[in-house]
């Protein structure tokens, strides 16, 4: 049994209250933590290696040194729990199950980056969770946890939860940020970043909520102890939402190192492939990250073990390896299509670009239809090149990564898969799996 | 002062210029093509991705190379920044794919559409583009809207470039204008198509690279290279009243502000831009309303000035060539010419 930090009282009833939270030490870190410098909790943060859990992995203890701190400007920390990557549903649980640990983290964080406002932006399809932590932040109110005079420290902190309103591309931060504002929520022009100018011009922090989670078990146990979880830079652990073709989907905390090869097949992860198929591919990290199939999730192109790290599924780079994302890990058995599943990934980047930029805009539709083309039985080998080059064309060349993650994924099937697309050109009746074939067409129909 | 280089021309320039403005200041061939950024418009800029520049060398203190192209409108050079425009092949294969993308849902109505000839996005393909278009589906179409009954919408042609909508921002009064809808369906409303009503609404119209927002009252009246620009002025208490008129015979076809070489609306004396009113714009259409002062000046990028564009063989259309290539019906267009969609005329 590997160490957890985040869920280790998932199990307990009660634990959503406060009342059952603080009997299991709940809020023992923010006593700790207010008796702290704050600068000394962002030392301890840095010293613990942590490393965003929201995608794109940047150390968090960095990301805080960075915020600017002019006099007489306030500060703000933002909650990223936007969480809309397909495959990722993790912050979810999280939040679900023990939305004490979010607001502990958040009056902690806050209390380190000193900020006096702090906000939860939590996407709109979880309004039943927007509840929860309503509630939870009322409980955390009447205690005397938030608000004025915090446990008599002299630090006053405000909590809010603003709720989107169902768009992906409100979970890139700057998105997020003017949607907080009232705004549409188009990506801004970076620079400048919101370290500088973030919510009302303000320097901000944007945080991911497990990221914030994990500040709580950096303060009990010291920076140094953090650090000792996991292997190298990737320290401590990490919730993986397992999905797909397994026989125990679910949210799994993981201490970062544990073998792919173990995660997939040992019963205390996701049991192994289902009806005992062979395993075919997988998405490691949330539907942008490169799909790899078996030979190369399993081991390096080295050939050494895959392990769950950012540096371990990162070797090779785009070429053999992939990256750790969000941690969704979306497991495909031997029956799966790979071409209808890049349709359903195309589909939504097509659905969720924001429209500001042209490669994006005009790009994710365009490599949606081609996509659909070769799907069904209609496609050219031209069109799987024109494929390539539309991917191409994108990648790198739009204001937020979105357009990224729009084409890494094309690019990745191609990459390892293009024999299926070829197949699908050059022999439309081998189109396996009618039924959902079907399924799917007589859904657009509809 | 930052002494930046932009495909082997040296040029200072003052601290906090653009990659795109200090291009402009060398001029010519290595000034990238800008359809969305606006200079006299606050936060423009960034959208297109035309103007994607190589940055080969971030500036003198850091040489390292910029990862990946960076939008010249929106990147402010360094001393010592080594940048490429149309000298890095990598530029000029991006930039083909941006105008590929913008073609896309375009429905290419140009003989049907009042902005051919001016339209920057013609401009773009034939300078940028390649012969064929790639994309073989259906274009994403929308009905034409009127904002008010001076300003016609066509959705299909706009670029989403947010010049207008920066314009409602910035230059009229209450905002009631603006983008709804998401990705390649996110379309400029206003709001459910409520009238813009104001004094400088018209403004829309000289912004809008593409022919997605039209002057109503010079529908169809005529291709604009049969029609004479002319500087004029009027004393207006509302805009500056410095005006270019559009003349065919002895008739003003339509009223603009007068534009610049990047086809913007030309700054006044005072650095500010010469916006003009609904009135001069739409109002004023005799002679007798203006004080002429010649000829407006045209250059190379208008097709009215002769010898623009030529063929991929290389042939040259002259206005001789021109004319005969024009709709045989004249100056007056029939209802559907050559539009993909009838509903877009
Ligand atoms: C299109 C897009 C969607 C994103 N969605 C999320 C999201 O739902 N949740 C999240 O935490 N980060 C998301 N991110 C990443 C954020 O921009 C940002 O990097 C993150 O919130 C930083 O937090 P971290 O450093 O704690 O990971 C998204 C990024 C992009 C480009
Ligand atoms: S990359 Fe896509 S989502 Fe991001 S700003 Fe551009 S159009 Fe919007
Ligand atoms: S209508 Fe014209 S000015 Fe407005 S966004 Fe579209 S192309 Fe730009
Ligand atoms: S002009 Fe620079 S991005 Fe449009």
């Given at each position: 049994m590997s160490q957890k930090l985040l869920l280790k009282n998932d199990h307990i009833p009660g634990i959503n209250t406060l009342e059952v939270y603080r009997k299991h030490g709940g809020y023992e870190s923010l006593k700790k933590?207010?008796?702290?410098?704050?600068?000394?909790?962002?030392?301890?943060?840095?010293?613990?290696?942590?490393?965003?859990?929201?995608?794109?992995?940047?150390?968090?203890?960095?990301?805080?040194?960075?915020?600017?701190?002019?006099?007489?400007?306030?500060?703000?920390?933002?909650?990223?729990?936007?969480?809309?990557?397909?495959?990722?549903?993790?912050?979810?649980?999280?939040?679900?199950?023990?939305?004490?640990?979010?607001?502990?983290?958040?009056?902690?964080?806050?209390?380190?980056?000193?900020?006096?406002?702090?906000?939860?932006?939590?996407?709109?399809?979880?309004?039943?969770?927007?509840?929860?932590?309503?509630?939870?932040?009322?409980?955390?109110?009447?205690?005397?946890?938030?608000?004025?005079?915090?446990?008599?420290?002299?630090?006053?902190?405000?909590?809010?939860?603003?709720?989107?309103?169902?768009?992906?591309?409100?979970?890139?931060?700057?998105?997020?940020?003017?949607?907080?504002?009232?705004?549409?929520?188009?990506?801004?022009?970076?620079?400048?970043?919101?370290?500088?100018?973030?919510?009302?011009?303000?320097p901000t922090v944007v945080n991911n909520v497990e990221t914030i989670a994990a500040v709580v078990p950096i303060i009990e146990m010291g920076g140094d102890a953090y650090a000792g979880i996991g292997i190298g830079k990737s320290t401590g652990t990490k919730l993986i939402s397992a999905s797909g073709h397994i026989n125990k989907p679910g949210v799994y905390e993981i201490e970062l190192g544990v073998p792919v090869e173990e995660f997939i097949y040992s019963d205390e992860y996701c049991g192994g492939i289902r009806n005992g198929k062979d395993l075919k591919a997988v998405v490691a990290g949330g539907s942008s990250v490169p799909i790899l199939p078996k030979h190369l999730i399993l081991k390096t192109a080295a050939g050494e073990p895959r392990l769950m790290s950012y540096e371990s599924l990162g070797d090779g780079g785009f070429a053999t390896g992939t990256m750790l994302g969000s941690g969704g890990f979306i497991v495909m058995d031997e029956d799966t299509s790979i071409v209808r599943n890049l349709y359903t990934f195309s589909r939504f980047y097509h659905h969720e670009s924001c429209g500001q930029c042209s490669p994006c805009r005009e790009g994710t539709g365009w490599m949606e239809r081609i996509i659909k083309k070769i799907l069904d039985g209609k496609g050219t080998l031209a069109d799987i090149d024109l494929l390539w080059d539309v991917q191409s064309k994108i990648e790198g060349k739009t204001i937020c990564p979105l357009g990224e993650a729009a084409a890494w994924p094309v690019a990745a099937a191609l990459r390892h898969f293009r024999h299926e697309f070829e197949e699908y050109v050059k022999n439309p009746q081998s189109i396996k799996d009618v039924r959902h074939y079907y399924r799917l067409n007589r859904l657009e129909m509809a | 002062m930052p002494i930046v280089t932009i495909d082997d021309f040296q040029i200072e320039v003052p601290e906090g210029t653009t990659i795109l403005n200090a291009a402009r200041m060398i001029g010519g061939d290595l000034v990238p093509p800008a359809m969305c950024y606006y200079s006299s418009l606050k936060g423009s800029g960034g959208y297109c991705r035309t103007c994607l520049v190589k940055v080969e060398q971030g500036s003198a203190k850091d040489p390292r190379p910029m990862p990946k192209l960076v939008p010249s409108c929106r990147t402010t050079v360094m001393d010592g920044m080594v940048v490429r425009n149309e000298t890095s092949p990598e530029v000029v294969e991006a930039r083909a794919g941006v105008t590929e993308f913008l073609l896309v849902n375009h429905p290419l109505d140009c003989p049907v559409c009042d902005q051919a000839g001016e339209c920057h996005l013609q401009d773009l393909g034939y300078e940028h583009g390649k012969l064929n278009t790639r994309s073989?589906?259906?274009?994403?179409?929308?009905?034409?809207?009127?904002?008010?009954?001076?300003?016609?919408?066509?959705?299909?042609?706009?670029?989403?470039?947010?010049?207008?909508?920066?314009?409602?921002?910035?230059?009229?009064?209450?905002?009631?204008?603006?983008?709804?809808?998401?990705?390649?369906?996110?379309?400029?409303?206003?709001?459910?198509?409520?009238?813009?009503?104001?004094?400088?609404?018209?403004?829309?119209?000289?912004?809008?690279?593409?022919?997605?927002?039209?002057?109503?009252?010079?529908?169809?009246?005529?291709?604009?290279?049969?029609?004479?620009?002319?500087?004029?002025?009027r004393n207006c208490d509302k805009c500056c009243g410095k005006v270019r008129l559009w003349y065919k015979g002895e008739e003003i076809l339509r009223v603009t502000a007068r534009k610049d070489a990047y086809g913007e609306v030309a700054k006044l004396e005072n650095g500010e831009a010469g916006w003009i009113c609904n009135e001069c714009r739409f109002e004023k259409k005799k002679t007798s309303d203006w004080v002429i002062e010649g000829p407006a000046h045209i250059d190379d990028h208008s097709v009215i000035s002769a010898h623009h564009y030529e063929s991929p063989e290389g042939e040259r259309f002259g206005d001789e060539k021109l004319e005969q290539a024009a709709l045989p019906h004249g100056e007056k267009v029939e209802r559907g010419v050559g539009a993909l969609n009838p509903n877009n005329v």
């Open positions: 933590a207010l008796g702290m410098a704050p600068d000394a909790i962002v030392e301890e943060v840095k010293k613990s290696g942590l490393r965003g859990r929201g995608g794109a992995g940047f150390p968090t203890g960095m990301k805080w040194s960075f915020l600017a701190k002019p006099e007489g400007v306030p500060r703000y920390l933002v909650c990223n729990a936007d969480e809309s990557e397909p495959g990722t549903f993790k912050d979810r649980y999280l939040m679900e199950h023990i939305p004490h640990l979010l607001v502990e983290g958040m009056i902690v964080s806050s209390f380190a980056l000193g900020a006096n406002t702090s906000y939860i932006y939590i996407r709109g399809e979880y309004f039943y969770v927007l509840r929860i932590l309503e509630k939870a932040i009322e409980e955390a109110y009447a205690a005397g946890l938030l608000g004025k005079n915090i446990l008599g420290s002299g630090y006053d902190l405000d909590l809010y939860v603003q709720i989107g309103a169902g768009a992906y591309i409100c979970g890139e931060e700057t998105a997020l940020l003017e949607s907080l504002e009232g705004k549409r929520g188009n990506p801004r022009l970076k620079p400048p970043f919101p370290a500088v100018k973030g919510l009302w011009d303000c | 073989e589906f259906r274009r994403r179409t929308f009905e034409p809207i009127d904002i008010g009954d001076k300003v016609k919408l066509h959705m299909n042609r706009c670029i989403l470039c947010y010049r207008c909508v920066k314009v409602c921002e910035q230059i009229t009064d209450g905002r009631v204008h603006g983008v709804i809808g998401r990705g390649d369906h996110a379309e400029i409303s206003t709001y459910i198509e409520q009238a813009i009503e104001n004094d400088f609404s018209g403004n829309v119209i000289d912004v809008c690279p593409v022919g997605a927002l039209t002057d109503r009252t010079f529908r169809f009246k005529s291709r604009v290279w049969y029609t004479k620009p002319v500087e004029a002025h």
